[in-house]
């Protein structure tokens, strides 16, 4: 059973940068696409960035220029380097592995203060 667990959410200012990681057990890593979503309060839950086991990456217009996504995959690792915040970038951020299954992480937030 594939297991996601993220780590890196926190408290920052507008305009600072966080990094998030996501350490993936139990899957064979490098067949699974790759994501990063987040849901705000009162949101739908959103993609934000993903990348292909091709290491093809495709972003949120939102994020676009200020956020980073890769992947290691001798370490089972998916990052996203998140710089530039900004306040609507507050929400709980998910990682998310996607294969003929599909498995979440259990969240971390991310408050971005105005």
């Known amino acids: 059973q594939g297991q996601l667990g993220e780590s890196g959410g926190g408290l920052v200012q507008t305009g600072g940068s966080l990094r998030l990681s996501c350490a993936a057990s139990?899957?064979?890593?490098?067949?699974?696409?790759m994501g990063w979503f987040r849901q705000a309060p009162g949101k739908q839950r959103e993609l934000v960035a993903r990348?292909?086991?091709?290491?093809?990456?495709n972003y949120a217009d939102s994020v676009k220029g200020r956020f980073t996504i890769s992947r290691d995959n001798a370490k089972n690792t998916v990052s996203l380097q998140m710089t530039s915040l900004k306040p609507e970038d507050t929400a709980v951020y998910y990682c998310?592995?996607?294969?003929?299954?599909?498995?979440w992480g259990q969240g971390t937030q991310v408050t971005v203060s105005s």
């Open positions: 990348i292909a086991r091709t290491g093809a990456i």
């Open positions: 139990g899957i064979v890593f490098n067949y699974y696409a």
């Open positions: 998310n592995a996607l294969f003929y299954t599909e498995y």
